[in-house]
């Protein structure tokens, strides 16, 4: 069954001492993120029966592992969009030969 939108969440606490961040998710998006992260034998996971991902996780990073970000949108210019754009489209192309 799993848990209701309002009940899903992902939580992470710093431990100074040891310079680790411990963790626990059961929001399947980062779930998943974190299981190809560490592997499935690295994190302590809940099953519900019959279901074959996890239900939630609980996990320990190194302190290197997260970081924070403004989250600010890049301004780009004309110039710069197409670039980039070209840059795209040749990739993609390169991927289809």
Known sequence: MGYSKEEQETTLVYEAETG????????????TKIVKLLGIENINAEYEEGRESPLSIEFKLKGNQVSFRKGEKREMSEEQREKAAERMRNLHKNKED
């Open 20 to 31: 680790e961040w411990i963790g626990y998710s059961c929001y399947s998006p980062h779930i």
